[in-house]
């Protein structure tokens, strides 16, 4: 296990926190805006390749910041005991939700027979046989489970970076704000 050595975040899991965040807003948006449009328009389809490359995108770099972060410091949390626990535990299930949204979304192109275009650059085809039962259950895990608690969490983590910048006035959200030396 690699020790806390510094008191900043590094600026690669600065900026892989950062990238990370926008596209997850802009996957969000992109799903949302596909809506606009109706079915068979090639529109809907744009917003729709954009949301899965997206998506896949947020896939590679969640395994990059993962493997970076295991690789590299970082610094110890901040706060109450049972702060850095619940801290460790988000931290944990954001992760995880960030590799899960991806795969399920995948997983359901995959089961519902379609390929998937990134950037408009190539395909990834389908490799198993296709079932509209299963696609509709991944569908269903990835469209109201895993991104409502994703939200949720989201919204924690969200709370709490504000909750320890003007309540306990550390330097939690400071020093994860891109070109911030140490304090």
Avoid at 41 to 63: C, N, Q, Y
Avoid at 105 to 113: E, H, N, Y
Avoid at 171 to 177: E, N, P, S
Wanted: proline share 5%; glycine share 4%; hydrophobic share 50%.
């Amino acid at each position: 296990m690699i020790t806390p050595t510094s008191s900043q975040w590094n600026p690669v899991s600065k900026g892989l926190h950062w990238l990370i965040a926008i596209l997850v807003l802009c996957v969000w948006g992109s799903v949302e805006l596909h809506e606009f449009y109706q079915k068979g328009d090639p529109m809907r389809e744009w917003w729709k390749t954009l949301h899965f490359s997206i998506g896949f995108s947020i896939l590679l770099l969640v395994a990059l910041r993962l493997y970076w972060r295991s690789t590299h410091p970082r610094p110890e949390m901040l706060g109450r005991p049972w702060e850095r626990i619940l801290g460790r535990i988000t931290h944990a299930t954001f992760y995880f939700l960030l590799l899960a949204m991806p795969i399920l979304g995948l997983s359901m192109k995959q089961f519902a027979g379609s390929e998937t275009k990134i950037f408009w650059l190539f395909d990834i085809p389908s490799f198993v046989e296709k079932n509209i039962d299963t696609a509709k259950q991944l569908a269903f895990l990835h469209k109201e489970l895993v991104w409502n608690i994703l939200l949720v969490l989201i919204c924690l983590h969200v709370g709490a970076s504000l909750w320890h910048h003007f309540v306990d006035k550390d330097a939690t959200l400071r020093r994860m704000l891109p070109s911030r030396k140490d304090d």
